[in-house]
């Protein structure tokens, strides 16, 4: 470390991108979950003062909204991401083909793109596609794409593994001007290189190509194209059997994620004759897992391909009592909600992405008097999931046609679902 003093030295680059991906990843884990709940603690705080700035008595013992407990620590420490996305840039040494994660900010113009092999959140099986990537796009006399309008093509790779053992690769190209014939030429090349070549050793179950033109595309912007495989993967968790498309949303973390969805299942208390309206449901696994306990399950999602992989797995697993609804949940769920006349106790779930519910998701909750419970799941509370919390627990606004009932927070619970990193994932419930 004292030799090598140089902002570029190797020892100091990844040991940024170690401190940028995991920060943690230098404290003993008892103590990664220690600063967690610190800063779980310091949200909550945060949600009081903007509730009392409300009007609304919210401090409890040590100016918390609601009790916090422990941090849930994850069962599995190090490899347990499930997906991981790798971007392709220069890196520390100049080559321009490098498959890696990102170091620096635009600002300073300092960046570069660092291989993973040393992260340890990152499974083996990861690194070892991302390698073999790197060493195709080597090879490739296309460029890679580092800015859209500068040309080049090759771009990022996902890659996401199961517990079952399978392995889906998904890489993103930008086709520029190329013709159809050209672009048939590197999908072939592609194909070859990891069914025949040296990347048949990541024995791939799914290798997909998506052309796009934009930073994020979804597959009705552009089709995933299957090169090779089978179109899914599949894993396993709490006893049941779940498919998984290329952008599909599964917690990143499975061991943990069954974790959690057995807490929520204790938290929601829901008897035999409840509804559960599941909301950003995904694949469908939380819904899925707490079926047996529920009369119904409603699940809502805006990924088309996720709600056919959740109606695929309550098939094939056997569950009758769910229904899915594809589209954007505040689209869906205040017509869904505006014509409730269902007797039973509703209890609603939602876990929404980073940024937080739409607001007319969170104005046909509140208006739905048949929803008395609610857990939300946060990865961020401390972002846009705050807003969502100060809208589910303001008084009644006519000027919002906000009319119902206030929720009040009364429990949080934080589940470490990302070891080494400063996040987790918090899950509040809220009744009325």
Same mark, same amino acid.
């Given at each position: 470390?004292?030799?090598?003093?140089?902002?570029?030295?190797?020892?100091?680059?990844?040991?940024?991108?170690?401190?940028?991906?995991?920060?943690?990843?230098?404290?003993?884990?008892? &103590?990664?979950?220690?600063?967690?709940?610190?800063?779980?603690?310091?949200?909550?705080?945060?949600?009081?003062?903007?509730?009392? &700035?409300?009007?609304?008595?919210?401090?409890?013992?040590?100016?918390?909204?609601?009790?916090?407990?422990?941090?849930?620590?994850?069962?599995?420490?190090?490899?347990?991401?499930?997906?991981?996305?790798?971007?392709?840039?220069?890196?520390?040494?100049?080559?321009?083909?490098?498959?890696?994660?990102?170091?620096?900010?635009?600002?300073?113009?300092?960046?570069?793109?660092?291989?993973?092999?040393?992260?340890?959140?990152?499974?083996?099986?990861?690194?070892?596609?991302?390698?073999?990537?790197? &060493?195709?796009?080597?090879?490739?006399?296309?460029?890679?794409?580092?800015?859209?309008?500068?040309?080049?093509?090759?771009?990022?790779?996902?890659?996401?593994?199961?517990?079952?053992?399978?392995?889906?690769?998904?890489?993103?190209?930008?086709?520029?001007?190329?013709?159809?014939?050209?672009?048939?030429?590197?999908?072939?090349?592609?194909?070859?290189?990891?069914?025949?070549?040296?990347?048949?050793?990541?024995?791939?179950?799914?290798?997909?190509?998506?052309?796009?033109?934009?930073?994020?595309?979804?597959?009705?912007?552009?089709?995933?194209?299957?090169?090779?495989?089978?179109?899914?993967?599949?894993?396993?968790?709490?006893?049941?059997?779940?498919?998984?498309?290329?952008?599909?949303?599964?917690?990143?973390?499975?061991?943990?994620?069954?974790?959690?969805?057995?807490?929520?299942?204790?938290?929601?208390?829901?008897?035999?004759?409840?509804?559960?309206?599941?909301?950003?449901?995904?694949?469908?696994?939380?819904?899925?897992?707490?079926?047996?306990?529920?009369?119904?399950?409603?699940?809502?999602?805006?990924?088309?391909?996720?709600?056919?992989?959740?109606?695929?797995?309550?098939?094939?697993?056997?569950?009758?009592?769910?229904?899915?609804?594809?589209?954007?949940?505040?689209?869906?769920?205040?017509?869904?909600?505006?014509?409730?006349?269902?007797?039973?106790?509703?209890?609603?779930?939602?876990?929404?992405?980073?940024?937080?519910?739409?607001?007319?998701?969170?104005?046909?909750?509140?208006?739905?008097?048949?929803?008395?419970?609610?857990?939300?799941?946060?990865?961020?509370?401390?972002? &846009?999931?705050?807003?969502?919390?100060?809208?589910?627990?303001?008084?009644?606004?006519?000027?919002?046609?906000?009319?119902?009932?206030?929720?009040?927070?009364?429990?949080?619970?934080?589940?470490?679902?990302?070891?080494?990193?400063?996040?987790?994932?918090?899950?509040?419930?809220?009744?009325?």
């Amino acid at each position: 470390r004292n030799k090598d003093s140089s902002s570029s030295g190797p020892y100091l680059v990844l040991s940024r991108l170690a401190n940028a991906v995991t920060p943690l990843w230098r404290l003993p884990y008892q &103590e990664q979950l220690q600063v967690k709940y610190e800063s779980q603690r310091k949200i909550l705080q945060t949600l009081a003062s903007r509730l009392e &700035e409300l009007g609304i008595d919210a401090q409890k013992p040590g100016g918390l909204c609601c009790p916090l407990q422990p941090v849930v620590p994850s069962p599995i420490i190090n490899g347990y991401r499930n997906k991981s996305t790798f971007s392709v840039n220069r890196g520390p040494d100049g080559n321009p083909k490098t498959v890696g994660l990102y170091v620096g900010t635009g600002r300073e113009r300092n960046i570069v793109c660092v291989k993973a092999n040393h992260v340890e959140n990152i499974p083996s099986k990861h690194k070892q596609v991302a390698q073999c990537y790197e &060493e195709f796009i080597s090879h490739s006399p296309l460029d890679s794409c580092i800015l859209f309008h500068e040309g080049g093509h090759w771009r990022e790779l996902v890659v996401r593994t199961t517990r079952c053992g399978h392995t889906m690769a998904i890489i993103t190209f930008h086709p520029q001007q190329l013709g159809q014939e050209a672009l048939a030429t590197q999908k072939a090349l592609l194909k070859e290189f990891f069914t025949c070549g040296p990347g048949a050793v990541c024995a791939l179950t799914s290798l997909y190509f998506q052309e796009s033109t934009m930073t994020r595309c979804s597959h009705e912007q552009s089709p995933y194209q299957l090169l090779h495989g089978a179109p899914h993967i599949f894993e396993e968790l709490l006893g049941l059997r779940f498919r998984i498309s290329p952008d599909a949303f599964f917690q990143v973390n499975t061991a943990g994620a069954e974790v959690l969805y057995q807490a929520i299942g204790e938290l929601c208390q829901a008897a035999g004759d409840t509804v559960l309206l599941d909301i950003c449901c995904g694949t469908g696994t939380i819904g899925l897992s707490l079926a047996h306990q529920v009369s119904k399950v409603i699940g809502v999602d805006v990924v088309e391909k996720a709600i056919e992989d959740a109606e695929w797995n309550a098939a094939f697993n056997g569950i009758s009592n769910c229904e899915f609804h594809s589209g954007k949940a505040e689209a869906v769920l205040p017509q869904l909600l505006a014509s409730w006349e269902d007797a039973r106790p509703l209890v609603a779930v939602v876990n929404p992405s980073r940024a937080g519910l739409h607001y007319r998701v969170v104005r046909a909750i509140r208006n739905c008097r048949a929803i008395r419970r609610l857990l939300y799941i946060s990865c961020k509370p401390e972002g &846009e999931a705050m807003r969502n919390f100060l809208e589910l627990c303001c008084p009644p606004d006519p000027r919002k046609k906000l009319a119902g009932e206030p929720f009040a927070p009364v429990v949080a619970i934080p589940f470490d679902m990302f070891p080494h990193t400063v996040h987790c994932e918090l899950v509040l419930l809220f009744i009325r």
